[in-house]
C-alpha cells in the first residue's frame, strides 16, 4: 500500500516542486539582507504549509479509499474539476505570456524580499505552499491519491512525509547549497534564479497542462468505475 500511494502522488509532488517562482523567492531572500535566517524561515513555513495542507485532505476524505463510498465521489468530482482548472490556467497563462522583447513582471511580493523580516518569510513560506491555490490543488489531489491508496495509520503519515518532502526538495536544497556552499553555490543559484526567471512561464505552462490533464483524468476514470 505504501509503495502504491507514493507512486500516485509523485508527479504531483514533482509539480510543486518545480513550480518556477518559490524557487526564485528562497533564492532571492538567501541572497538578502538576514539571508540565512530567512531561508531557514521559509523553509520552515513552506514545509509547514505542505504539511497542514495534506493532512486536512487526508482528514476530509479518510474514506475515499472505499470506491462506493461519497467520499470518494467527492473525491472524483473534486479532480474533475481541479485537472479542468489546471488546464485553463495552463492555457490561460499561455496566452498572457511575454512576446518577444517583452519582460515578464515578477509577483508583487518578490519587489520586498531583500530585506523581508522573520515573520514575513516565515509567512511567504506557509502562503506560498500550503495557501497557493496552484500548490493547494496539487497537494489535495496527491493527498487524495494517497487515501484512495488504501494506505492507514504509519502508511498513511509515511506517505505523506514523503510527498511533503519531495515536494519541498527545491527548497530544501537551495537552502542546504546555501549554508553549506559559499561564493560556489551562490553562483549556482544565482544562474538557477537567473534560468527560471527566463523559462518560467514555459516552465509553468507545461507543468499546469500536463498535471492538469492527468489529474482530470484520473477523476473521469474514477466517476467511470
Same mark, same amino acid.
Given at each position: 500500500m505504501l509503495g502504491? +500511494?507514493? &507512486?500516485a502522488m509523485l508527479p504531483a509532488a514533482l509539480a510543486v516542486a518545480l513550480s518556477p517562482f518559490p524557487l526564485i523567492g528562497i533564492i532571492v531572500i538567501l541572497s538578502g539582507e538576514h539571508g540565512r535566517r530567512n531561508g531557514l524561515l521559509f523553509a520552515v513555513g513552506w514545509v509547514t504549509g505542505l504539511a497542514v495542507a495534506a493532512t486536512l485532505v487526508t482528514v476530509l476524505f479518510g474514506g475515499a479509499d472505499d470506491p462506493d463510498s461519497t467520499s470518494s465521489a467527492i473525491a472524483d468530482? &473534486?479532480?474533475? +474539476? +481541479? &485537472? &479542468?482548472?489546471?488546464v485553463v490556467l495552463g492555457a490561460r497563462t499561455w496566452w498572457r505570456r511575454p512576446r518577444a522583447g517583452e519582460q515578464a513582471e515578477p509577483p508583487r511580493w518578490m519587489a520586498s524580499l531583500d530585506g523581508a523580516t522573520a515573520g514575513r518569510a516565515l509567512l511567504l513560506g506557509v502562503l506560498l505552499s500550503g495557501a497557493n491555490p496552484k500548490n493547494l490543488v496539487l497537494t489535495a489531489s496527491a493527498a487524495t491519491s494517497i487515501v484512495e491508496a488504501? +494506505?492507514?495509520d504509519v502508511d498513511l503519515v509515511a506517505a505523506v512525509a514523503v510527498y511533503v518532502l519531495i515536494a519541498s526538495c527545491t527548497v530544501l536544497g537551495s537552502v542546504g547549497l546555501h549554508l553549506a556552499g559559499g561564493r560556489r553555490a551562490a553562483s549556482f543559484l544565482d544562474g538557477t534564479r537567473e534560468f527560471m526567471v527566463t523559462n518560467s512561464t514555459v516552465i509553468t505552462v507545461i507543468v499546469l497542462l500536463l498535471l492538469g490533464a492527468g489529474v482530470l483524468g484520473d477523476g473521469l476514470s474514477g466517476l467511470g468505475r
Open positions: 502504491q +500511494a507514493m &507512486g468530482w &473534486g479532480r474533475v +474539476a +481541479a &485537472g &479542468g482548472t489546471l488504501g +494506505a492507514h
